[in-house]
């Protein structure tokens, strides 16, 4: 049991508590705030986590699948009720198109700053498997050290599932001249991501995978790789030609545009909420390294960190 787990199991009584003595907010409706959980860690424990702070407050929630890109869309319709996840570089397009139609704004920008890289874990720098690593061009010469059993002789990246980013990594392949030595595999969710490094970590092989951070990775640590700087019109989707690596960008939250009106405070409580990349970085390694369930990982996290969103409910 880490520290972290020490002090969940420490502040569980005093949730309970807190919760079934919750204040309860009159001129917020009794309906539902639904809210939505994708394929990732992170997000679905803190649906969950703002979740149990709106239900501290006394409001009822929802909890919805929904599909990472046609969320803002549903949001627009209120269909469902916020986005609590909006990564810059993957979902920001889709935020913004949702937003020029009307019907969804911006709700605020979490503390924490985010990236999302292909790359690889830091033992494969420390053993020199591609000498040259982090700097791209370095793959040039090591295809073989990343080829796998189902790459007809290439080196893989292991991608995330298609929907999260389309062809992109594909187009960079290409783009960067080294589609005849890689080919990209697309994971089935994130879990088959970590297996794929867990299992890479015990054999002590090369792999390359996409990862993001803030992330429970970043403990054990994890490389980004360094292609060429990302601009406007790089990808092939903006006539660039694909070549480009990832911007850092910002984690903003979406809110249908009824929801100020039909739930005042829990609004008020969702512009406040602010988490920085160790926060949500706890937040997932609950669930990737302490195996609990979503749930109780956000029970949990909530117990042992009243001080940091009691003050988003004031």
Partial sequence: MNKFTRKVAAGAMSLAVGFSAGQVYAADSSKPIVIPTHNWSSQVVMAYVIGGIFESMGNNVDYVPADTQAVYEAIRNGDVTISHEVWQSTFGASFYNAMAKGGIIDAGTHAAMTLEEMGVPQYVIDDNLCPGLPNWEALKDCHEVFATP???????????????????????????????????????????????????????????????????TDADGFVFIEFPPYFDGCRVGDGGDGACGSPKGWLKKAANYKFPKTHPAAYTAFTKISFTSNQIGQMAALVDIDKMSHQDAAKAWLAANEEVWKPFTQ
Avoid: C
Avoid at 164 to 175: D, F, I, K, S, T
Avoid at 185 to 205: H, N, T, V, Y
């Fill in 150 to 216: 189902d790459s007809g002789g290439k080196g893989r990246w292991l991608e995330g599932p298609q929907s999260w980013h389309g062809n992109q990594m594909p187009e960079r392949l290409a783009g960067l001249g080294l589609d005849d030595k890689y080919m990209v595999k697309f994971a089935g969710s994130a879990d088959a991501i970590w297996a794929e490094l867990a299992s890479a970590k015990k054999e002590g092989r090369g792999v390359i995978t996409f990862n993001w951070t803030p992330n429970f």
